[in-house]
């Protein structure tokens, strides 16, 4: 009963591992995924800005409110 016992233990203390582990990786994709979007925002306004001067205002207004 004891050997059954330790063996449950072990596949539990395994299982949360693997789980801690799961949740390190979705966190660190979910944070570089939100990292990428907000680059290619800005990345965006950036361009828009360069592009032609007529419209900076009105796109500097309506991107950084």
């Given at each position: 009963?004891?050997?059954?016992?330790?063996?449950e233990n072990t596949q539990s203390q395994e299982a949360a591992t693997v789980i801690a582990s799961q949740l390190a990786q979705d966190v660190k994709h979910s944070v570089?995924?939100?990292s990428v979007?907000?680059?290619?925002?800005?990345?965006t306004a950036w361009i828009a800005l360069q592009?032609?001067?007529?419209?900076?205002?009105s796109?500097?207004?309506?991107l950084f409110g």
């Open positions: 009963m004891n050997k059954k016992q330790t063996n570089l995924i939100v979007v907000l680059n290619l925002v800005v990345l592009v032609t001067s007529q419209y900076d205002t796109v500097a207004t309506v």
